[in-house]
């Protein structure tokens, strides 16, 4: 490719969500940063908008949110909208019939849950799939089906469309399987963006005077929460809640913008997470970490720790006290380095090949 080609990157970047927000942000800076202009494609849907406000609003349902919450949350979704301008983004298009959207020399669909059927709001948007698309060249890059078990079959128009991508690749082993089983092809498995193209953010005036463990998710289980803080109050640390409401955690820091979440991070002692891109940031800042599956990210978190080798930070109820004290106040084994540091390689790689335009059969 030449540096005046044009590349646009097509995924969920709006939602009010850190882990969507910076894999975006990563893919279309890691491509800009090997010279190439890329921006991501404003899709538009009213629909969607909708939903996606009621959300963060009231992210942490079925739990309920006190109505105090709620100018704390706006405020969060506020710092969102600010932090989506100033992404590099295409002209806006209608998400359900793209007629107004831009022509591309390539189309990277991906990361995130872009095939997800089971999205309770993107779920069945065709545009992700590659229809309508405007593009001289399709790939799609750690896309993701989500929850959708690869037991499910894919219907004949989803086959179809996928069929137009000349390159794919998905982020776990469940997508992997979908399109084995959809296309009899065997896709590539690379990192999530947040790890291929590690972020750079902005230094924030987040600061915490006492040391503290990050909580990043919502809805624990008893037992995991009993954990956590079993550990946290023999070390002295306080807990602190990253986004959403735990009244378990010691603090609240519930209107974190995006830069805001990564500083928090980076400053804890230890995370403990529900959360896919929960492990991802551990990881990113080398911090010691514990996780817990939830039935809808099980796929995705399971996965990445499998592929890391560490899946010995996926927390169960049978897990005792030792092992939290283990994970939580025990340096991060490097190996789980050195793979990422081989899957980025390998990552590379697959994104070489489709910036090349050398197109083969999926």
């Known amino acids: 490719m030449n540096p005046q080609d044009k590349i646009g990157v097509l995924t969920f970047h709006r939602c009010i969500n850190y882990g969507s927000y910076w894999q975006a942000r990563c893919l279309v800076e890691g491509l800009r940063a090997r010279g190439f202009d890329a921006v991501l494609l404003e899709h538009h849907s ?3 908008n909708r939903a996606e ?9 079925p739990t309920s949110v006190p109505k105090s919450d709620r100018p704390l949350y706006a405020e969060k979704a506020r710092k969102f909208f600010d932090a989506f301008a100033a992404l590099p ?7 359900e019939n793209p007629v107004d959207m831009d ?3 390539l189309v990277i669909v991906g990361s995130d849950e872009v095939w997800n059927l089971r999205h309770p709001w993107y779920g069945g948007a065709q545009l992700f799939y590659g229809s309508g698309v405007r593009a001289q060249h399709l790939a799609s890059y750690a896309a993701s089906f989500g929850n959708y078990p690869a037991s499910a079959q894919l219907g004949p128009c989803w086959i179809e469309a996928l069929q137009s991508f000349e390159y794919i690749s998905v982020r776990d082993e469940n997508s992997r399987r979908i399109i084995q089983n959809a296309l009899g092809a065997d896709p590539e498995l690379v990192l999530d963006p947040c ?12 600061k915490l005077s006492s040391p503290y463990d990050a909580v990043y998710g919502h809805n624990f289980t008893d037992w995991f929460i009993r954990g956590v803080r079993q550990w946290a109050t023999t070390r002295g640390y306080l807990l602190v809640s990253i986004g959403y409401r735990n009244d378990w955690a010691d603090q609240q820091w519930l209107r974190a913008g995006p830069e ?15 959360f896919f891109h929960g492990c991802v940031f551990a990881l990113l800042n080398q911090k010691p970490f514990v996780c817990e599956l939830s039935e809808y990210r099980s796929y995705k978190v399971r996965d990445l720790m499998t592929r890391v080798g560490g899946t010995r930070h996926l927390i169960t109820e049978k897990s005792c006290e030792n092992e939290y004290g283990a ?5 991060v084994d490097p190996a789980l380095f050195e793979r990422i540091a081989k899957l980025r390689q390998s990552s590379t790689r697959y994104l070489d090949k489709v910036l090349s335009f050398d197109k083969v059969p999926v």
């Open 327 to 331: 994970l939580l106040g025990e340096a």
């Open 103 to 105: 022509s591309y020399d």
């Open 195 to 206: 790890l291929q193209f590690p972020p750079q953010a902005k230094k924030s005036a987040v």
């Open 46 to 48: 009213d629909r969607v």
């Open 89 to 95: 983004g295409s002209p806006p298009f209608a998400l």
């Open 260 to 274: 805001e979440f990564a500083e928090l991070v980076a400053q804890a002692e230890a995370v403990a997470t529900n």
């Open 53 to 61: 406000w009621r959300c963060a609003l009231q992210p942490v349902l």
